[in-house]
């Protein structure tokens, strides 16, 4: 039973890995395809965008497929998304080797989430999206900065050709290894999956999401270029400082698969907390090498562990629609990367990277309150 949720870990590596290397290749790639930081972080929107406005749909309809299949089918795309962004001479086909694989993130994100939930039941749905998650923070730990790494050595198409060819690697093994999966008997119906949305606390956690994710990437989206021009590193220390800021967020899938299986809205203050204090003393500690890595550190945990309490939350939330549950939270979480992106943008714009901490913790801040207002909302109900 372990295997299958090793394998399917192992290829959200890939899936996240090619969502946000881009992080980390931002000041690159502005300067090869003769673009603005701002501009080229709109590349982040446009993922996040596509993958906000098509992930529930695609996912409810891709439900009712054999699993095995679609997975692979969706790496060999990555694969080839990804080789045509190395290869992209402006940035309008960039925009297009973006655009492709946010069409199937959410599908397999959603339903690798399912999946592994399937296998060990739903008491222990922490627990098993915690393995995924092991291989989302991977791609936090070892994908983004060592495409920042590789970038650094060899140029950053250099990373989209390896993250190329580890895609076409894993869709082989699971060809290899991943037995056929059993096709559910009893098939929610898509208007049945749809009707959640009619639910105001559903409405509510979708929220949450939004305002989590657009807290986070107003500042993370320009993490690189934070270490760049404000503590002054070069791009191989930016890529070990990205490394280190994943690495603690092991630590955070860890805690965050506990916490979450025993009360989601009370974990996800928790580290909405946390985070808002690593945000806020990351630029003030930009040149104490102390207090940098205590800023990057507990920023690196929480942000991992709200990957995690945010999607089992929605899924929990919606228990016999899980599926489509999950792929909410990948719309909602989404489409807050996107607006953070839009928004750390015009934050740098006008008032400067050293403003990007605060913008975000404006965020987070909402969100503690909206978690407080959807606790207050569901006692009632069940009171009521």
């Known amino acids: 039973m372990l295997l299958p949720i090793l394998l399917l870990s192992a290829?959200?590596?890939?899936?996240?890995?090619t969502e946000f290397v881009i992080v980390g290749l931002l000041p690159s790639i502005a300067r090869d395809l003769d673009v603005s930081i701002p501009q080229a972080g709109l590349l982040v929107t446009l993922f996040a965008f596509t993958v906000a406005a098509f992930g529930p749909f695609l996912t409810a309809y891709f439900s009712?497929?054999?699993?095995r299949r679609l997975f692979i089918t969706i790496l060999v795309m990555f694969g080839l998304a990804n080789t045509l962004a190395a290869l992209?001479?402006?940035?309008?086909?960039m925009a297009i080797a973006r655009l492709l694989p946010a069409l199937g993130l959410p599908v397999f994100w959603a339903l690798a989430s399912?999946?592994?939930v399937d296998i060990v039941g739903p008491d222990y749905a922490g627990r098993a999206i915690e393995k995924i998650g092991f291989g989302i923070v991977c791609a936090t730990v070892f994908g983004i900065p060592v495409g920042t790494l590789i970038s650094d050595a060899w140029g950053w198409r250099s990373a989209f050709a390896i993250l190329a060819g580890v895609a076409m690697i894993k869709a082989l093994l699971l060809w290899c290894?991943?037995?056929?999966?059993?096709?559910?008997?009893?098939?929610v119906s898509l208007r049945s999956q749809f009707g959640i949305l009619r639910r105001p606390l559903m409405i509510g956690h979708v929220l949450l999401s939004i305002l989590v994710f657009c807290g986070m990437f107003t500042a993370y989206t320009y993490l690189a270029?934070?270490?760049?021009?404000l503590a002054g590193f070069n791009g191989t220390v930016v890529g070990w400082c990205l490394m280190g800021f994943g690495a603690v967020g092991l630590i955070g899938n860890s805690l965050g698969g506990r916490m979450v299986d025993r009360h989601p809205l009370i974990a996800?203050?928790?580290?909405?907390?946390?985070?808002?204090?690593g945000m806020v003393a990351l630029v003030p500690s930009i040149h104490s090498i102390l207090g940098l890595a205590a800023a990057l550190g507990?920023?690196?945990?929480?942000?991992?562990?709200l990957f995690l309490v945010s999607h089992v939350r929605l899924m929990k939330a919606a228990p016999h629609a899980p599926a489509f549950a999950a792929s909410l939270n990948i719309a909602g979480g989404n489409l807050g990367i996107g607006l953070g992106a839009m928004v750390g943008g015009r934050v740098i714009d006008n008032l400067g990277l050293g403003s990007l901490g605060f913008a975000a913790a404006g965020f987070i801040l909402l969100s503690i309150l909206l978690a407080l207002a959807l606790m207050g909302a569901k006692s009632r109900t069940v009171y009521a």
């Open 11 to 17: 290829a959200g590596f890939t899936v996240l890995t």
């Open 64 to 67: 009712r497929f054999e699993r």
């Open 88 to 93: 992209a001479p402006n940035i309008g086909v």
């Open 114 to 116: 399912e999946t592994a």
């Open 177 to 187: 290894y991943l037995p056929a999966t059993r096709l559910h008997l009893e098939q």
């Open 225 to 229: 270029d934070i270490l760049e021009r």
């Open 268 to 277: 996800s203050m928790v580290f909405c907390a946390f985070m808002i204090g």
């Open 298 to 305: 507990v920023w690196g945990v929480t942000q991992a562990a």
